[in-house]
């Protein structure tokens, strides 16, 4: 396993195993095994013959020196994140998920969720070196080098903490992009942030509006282009013979009034036609300066001063309300 991914964090992991972040471990050389050839202060070596030894019976009498009887398993609230309590223990191995703060997030997680991550790579003496010489880099192809000079273990070992930490721990808090899993402009999904103007690949910019209901979209993601049958509205799309429910079979049926009808066609079969007006310049300007007409001439100076677009898309809107929804309600003679 490479770990390409470690080398996009750079600096951010605050390596504790080579700064001194704080966690277990110790410099180096420090063994911890003291001076093997001189006898424990208390007079260590062979038993008192004298004293029968009860190490093994399964209790911790005073005084006795005995892991089988004395040394407990880990214990949720003793201040020690194990490994089996990450997830079953909030008070020794609090979440980090609430912190903003890269480098307080990673402080949380190296002294809780994975201490025992940290401890791995501290003992190991492939880790330990992998981990200083990440530390003392500033740049990408040091960071490179580092990696491909490290042993396999020491590699697997920094890798599994550096998860732990950026990834499990301190994604959000220290925006580790290329974590496993973590959400990539080019895998089909636009997430994580992304937008259409910073990863086209995924997010298709959105067609919301065009009048049209496309396959990505549907009534409850673009209802201006998507109408569900059923819900009142005769939308784009829906005819009398698809959707009767919301289409009347015409807005004349039963000698409704010109008004009437009008009313009925801007809000079905027209309601398309209406809203590419409203959404082109000009055109719903030159339907009121219509609409408050009493003459032609009125309504040829207010053409004359629209714009052509404005022109072309309001005309296409009379014809569906006048001529093919209310010319007879409303006794149109020259469509």
């Known amino acids: 396993m490479t770990y390409r991914w470690l080398r996009s964090f750079g600096l951010a992991l605050c390596v504790a195993i080579a700064a ?166 080019g895998d089909g999904a636009c997430n994580g942030g992304e937008t259409p103007e910073t990863c086209a690949a995924d997010c298709a910019p959105s067609t919301c509006g065009n009048g049209a209901c496309d396959a990505s979209e549907s009534s409850a993601t673009c209802p201006a282009d998507c109408t569900a049958c059923g819900d009142g509205v005769c939308g784009a799309g829906e005819t009398p013979a698809s959707c009767p429910a919301d289409c009347a079979a015409t807005c004349e049926d039963g000698g409704a009034s010109c008004d009437a009808c009008i009313e009925c066609a801007v809000a079905s079969v027209c309601e398309a036609a209406g809203l590419a007006c409203v959404e082109t310049p000009g055109c719903e300007a030159l339907s009121n300066c219509v609409n408050a007409c009493t003459t032609d001439a009125c309504a040829q100076g207010c053409a004359a001063a629209a714009p052509p677009a404005a022109i072309s898309v309001y005309v296409d809107f009379a014809d569906c309300v006048l001529c093919d929804g209310c010319q007879t309600s409303c006794a149109v003679t020259d469509c």
């Open 20 to 185: 001194g972040c704080g966690g277990p471990g110790g410099g180096e050389g420090d063994s911890g095994d003291g001076d093997a050839g001189t006898p424990p202060i208390d007079g260590g070596g062979e038993p008192d013959a004298r004293a029968p030894s009860t190490c093994g019976d399964g209790t911790c009498d005073d005084g006795e020196d005995c892991p089988a009887d004395c040394e407990s398993g880990p214990e949720c609230g003793d201040g020690t994140c194990d490994e089996s309590e990450v997830d079953a223990c909030a008070e020794d191995c609090p979440s980090c998920a609430g912190i903003a703060d890269c480098d307080q997030c990673q402080e949380c997680a190296v002294e809780g969720r994975c201490a025992s991550a940290l401890a791995a790579c501290s003992a190991n003496g492939e880790c330990a070196a992998l981990s200083r010489c990440l530390a003392g880099c500033s740049d990408e192809p040091c960071q490179q080098q580092c990696l491909a000079d490290a042993p396999f273990e020491g590699r697997q070992l920094y890798g599994d903490f550096a998860l732990c930490v950026l990834c499990e721990s301190c994604q959000s808090a220290c925006e580790a992009t290329e974590c496993p899993g973590a959400p990539a402009c």
